[in-house]
């Protein structure tokens, strides 16, 4: 299926100004702003659009709170939309905006885009690392950087009401391949033409392991950085600037290998600097993570549950054609 990944972002927000003034001490570059509309982008052209919540022009769907209230997904040519219109025009009603961008709502209530759109081309050139018997920098010191600059918005993450619904409408009807499952937490999909370990996570609004509330929420979004080091230079930066992290402060999942660093962000949920991200193809088989095992490779601030012991190592493969997330109570 011809989806790539992320064009664009639509946040609806309590606070514009605050959030306008976050998104560029975050690194991100503002394109237009006004008094009630921001547009921002990253390295790779994909963008950020900001609208206070309730303004028109923010899609309705039945999201609850501020955050990301559509997300526009990139095909690369205008035959590729025009089949997916087709087929979702079926049942469900599409419209074609003045950009000739489709927008509909699906069954289980989220707004999504679609949209004709390549990335920028873009390559970043991170720091070739030394360890112990290997040299692979020699008489050259490590780039020195005084922030974060976002390449590319990596994923979306939201909290779900039916993890298998959306999962079902994403991969049957958009193309989504299933990366990984973790359990009793959601599942990890990817665009069908997308390499990323995943684009956007489908996550169980009942797992209260990391404090989701019942409800359809945005949760956060991943904008990729070059490497530990952009990561750390744009936490010390927010850190001058006022703004604190999420309490688990830098750390590496398991699931998808990806390193991070989270936010909490005025405009709903969290932003996530994230690096060396697991890429995968046709021939990745996805696995099954027990949900502590999948959280972290290592963390600097560990929480609760995970200080009395390391997690149980619990992994194992599935066939994507089969498998299904199974809620824990």
Known sequence: MPITGIAEIIYGVEDFDTCVEFFEDYGLSRLESGSDHALFSVISGQQIRVYPLG???????????????????AVPRQQDLDGLVADLSRDHEVTIDETGTAHFVTSFGQAIGLRVFQPLPYTCCPAPTNAPGIINRMNVPRKWLSRAIPKTISHCVWTFLDVNEAFDFYSQRLGFRMSDIQ??????????????????????????????????????????????????????????????????????????????????????????????????????????????????????????????????????YVTPETARYVPIK
């Not at 303004?55 to 997904?73: A, F, H, N, T």
């Not at 390391?310 to 194992?316: F, L």
């Open 55 to 73: 303004d028109d022009r923010v899609p309705k769907s039945e999201l609850m709170g501020p955050g990301v209230q559509e997300c526009i997904w």
């Open 183 to 316: 359990k009793g937490v959601g599942i990890y999909i990817r665009a069908g033409r997308s390499t990323n370990h995943h684009n956007i996570m489908l996550a169980d609004a009942d797992q209260v392991l990391f404090g989701f509330d019942g409800k359809f929420r945005f949760h956060h979004v991943n904008f990729g950085v070059e490497d530990l080091d952009e990561i750390m230079a744009g936490k010390n930066y927010m850190t001058r600037k006022g703004y604190g992290d999420n309490g688990w402060g830098f750390g590496r999942h398991r699931v998808s290998s990806e390193l991070f660093l989270y936010m909490p962000s005025p405009a709903g949920g969290e932003v996530e600097y994230g690096a060396d991200c697991d890429q995968v193809d046709g021939n990745w088989r996805p696995r099954v993570w027990g949900a502590a095992f999948a959280a972290f490779t290592f963390i600097h601030d560990m929480p609760d549950w995970l200080k009395e012991h390391e997690p149980e190592w619990d992994v194992s």
